[in-house]
């Protein structure tokens, strides 16, 4: 009897090696290719997201596809690649981007508008801060907080590039009560 509860013991144990060990096989190719958590930290996407909210981020998106006007990314901040930051992507490659934050109006100036279309910005509660122009190059993306008046931007510090990119925002798991796929999906009208 002793023997075979000691026998008994060891396949349990056997079998909770074997669990962790496909576990760690699913999990650890998931959080290092397709997603990874993040925390937001700050009021610079307020009312969007709050500080202390906890988003999943889809990484696989912009390896295959590019960045879209109004999605809502992850990447790591131009000057200082250590630290991460979330905005809007305002301005696509190829584009001049013009903000007159006194009149809360972003103009974007492209091959199919060459004189130039104004964003909806019906989603921004907070208006104000500095103004920003740029001509964006290649792989080159123009980005701004939901919250401009908060908000260290490209306003601030420039363009970001695709390589910076670690994806968008894919999930916000909490606060439970705002739990949702693709939160903060704003689609212009053109």
Not at 90 to 101: A, F, K, M, R
């Amino acid at each position: 009897m002793e023997e075979q509860k000691k026998k008994s013991n060891w396949q349990s144990f056997w079998e909770l090696v074997r669990f962790a060990i496909i576990a760690i096989i699913i999990v650890v190719p998931i959080r290092i290719f397709i997603a990874q958590p993040f925390i937001v930290s700050g009021s610079s996407m307020v009312p969007t997201f709050a500080d202390g909210q906890y988003l999943i981020v889809d990484e696989i998106s912009y390896l295959t596809g590019t960045p879209k006007r109004d999605d809502v990314v992850v990447f790591r901040n131009p000057n200082d690649t250590k630290i991460f930051f979330i905005k809007r992507v305002i301005g696509l490659p190829g584009e001049t981007v013009d903000i007159n934050s006194a009149l809360n109006q972003v103009t974007i100036t492209n091959k199919e508008h060459p004189n130039g279309f104004k964003l909806d910005q019906s989603f921004i509660k907070n208006v104000g801060g500095i103004d920003g122009h740029a001509t964006l190059g290649p792989d080159q993306y123009y980005v701004l907080g939901d919250n401009r008046p908060a908000s260290s931007d490209s306003r601030y510090w420039g363009v970001v590039s695709k390589n910076l990119m670690i994806g968008r925002v894919f999930l916000r798991l909490l606060p439970i009560n705002k739990i949702g796929l693709m939160p903060g999906a704003y689609k212009q009208a053109e």
